[in-house]
Each structure stands twice: as structure tokens, then as C-alpha cells.
């Protein structure tokens, strides 16, 4: 399904083959891949970040909503300043994560908070009947957005990644337990 969100300032779109050298600012990011799932390291140069984005760009059609990958842009100029999933936590595949990659120089401007708002309300229309943020402790940031976004802290858990990360839930309004 190709989705295009847009919100006050950004627009969720898929990834285009055009937006390698972009995409390197932040998945080249020491700052950015050291958050990510323990696999990612920083993107080396721009023939991986094109072979990434092929990678990312032919599974696009194959996800079956809410699942997805998408570029996040902002709606003004076309700048690209992120990246945005929806994905299921490994190991078992049951439960959805969100999760956010901002351009380091894009911090600090409430743009994951206004793009995970989005893509949330998406995802519960699809049917989605709750959904994940999940951090390592120390990552503040990801933390202070997962509360801005109204999650729910449900604990710490080992299950997911094989690391200690924090979990948060958020469930559409009118569903809390
Ligand atoms: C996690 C991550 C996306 C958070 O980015 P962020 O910019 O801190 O979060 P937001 O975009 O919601 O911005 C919030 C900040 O912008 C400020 N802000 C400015 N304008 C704002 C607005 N209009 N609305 C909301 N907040 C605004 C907030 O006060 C807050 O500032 P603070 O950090 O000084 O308290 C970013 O740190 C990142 O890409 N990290 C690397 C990857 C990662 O850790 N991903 C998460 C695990 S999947």
C-alpha cells in the first residue's frame, strides 16, 4: 500500500531511489545508528545507502498495513529529515513498534512527536488495536517522545532484540484497559 500522510509541517511518503544521498545524513549518523536494532551500524558511503533504499523501496508493496517503511519530509521544501516504521517486534511477531530515525540537525523540533501522532491515528484505522515504542533506558529522547505521544510505560523487557530495552503501549482512545 502506498501511503502519503501529511501533518502541519512534514509529509510521510515512501522512499524514492532519489533519496540516497539524503538518507546517508541520517542512517550514516553514528548519532542515529548506535540507537537503532543492535544489527545497524552507521551506513558507510552511498552504494549501501542505494542498496538499503532498493531493499526497503521492493518490500514497500509486500507490507501489509499498518506495517511499513517510510521517508519523512518536510512539507515545505521537500527535505528529507527522517525516517518512520511501523514493524512487528521480533521474536514472535505479534506486537507492532514504532519506530523514528531523525536527521541529527533535526532534533528538537517536535518532528517525531508530530509524525508518530500521524502514522498512530493511521495505524488504528487500519484496525491496529495497540501499539509499541521500545528503548534502551539510557535513550531519553526516544523515551521523551514515546510520553509526549501518550504511550503508557508497561515495563522492561529482555524479549525483544536479545538487550534490556524499555516498553511503552498506547492503545486508540476509549480502548485503555
Ligand atoms: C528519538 C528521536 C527521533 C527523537 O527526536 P527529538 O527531536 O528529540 O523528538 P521530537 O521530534 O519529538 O522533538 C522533541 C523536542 O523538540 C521540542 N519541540 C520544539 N518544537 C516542538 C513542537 N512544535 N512540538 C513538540 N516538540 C517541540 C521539544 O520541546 C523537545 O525538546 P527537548 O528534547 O529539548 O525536550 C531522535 O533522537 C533520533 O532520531 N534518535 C536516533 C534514533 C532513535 O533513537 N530512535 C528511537 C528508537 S527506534
Known sequence: MSLELPTDRLLIREWEPGDAE??????????????????????????????????????????????????????DD???????SVKQLPPFDEDFELTWALRPDQWG??????????????????????????ARPDNEPAIAVARRLGMEWVGETEKYYGMTLQVFRLRPAGQEP
Not at 533504499?53 to 518536510?74: D, K, M, T
Not at 509524525?115 to 487500519?126: D, H, L, M, N, T
Request: aromatic share 10%.
Open 109 to 134: 523540533k517536535g518532528y517525531a512527536t508530530e509524525v508518530g501522532r500521524a502514522i498512530i491515528e493511521w495505524a488504528f484505522e487500519q484496525g491496529l488495536e495497540e501499539i509499541f515504542a521500545v
Open 78 to 84: 521537500g527535505a528529507l529529515v527522517g525516517g518512520l
Open 22 to 75: 539524503a538518507a546517508l545524513r541520517i542512517y550514516g549518523a553514528e548519532d542515529v545508528a548506535r540507537w537503532l536494532t543492535p544489527e545497524w551500524h552507521p551506513v558507510t558511503g552511498i552504494q549501501e545507502m542505494r542498496s538499503i533504499l532498493r531493499a526497503w523501496i521492493e518490500a514497500s508493496p509486500n507490507l501489509v498495513p499498518p506495517a511499513g517503511c517510510w521517508a519523512v519530509v518536510r512539507g
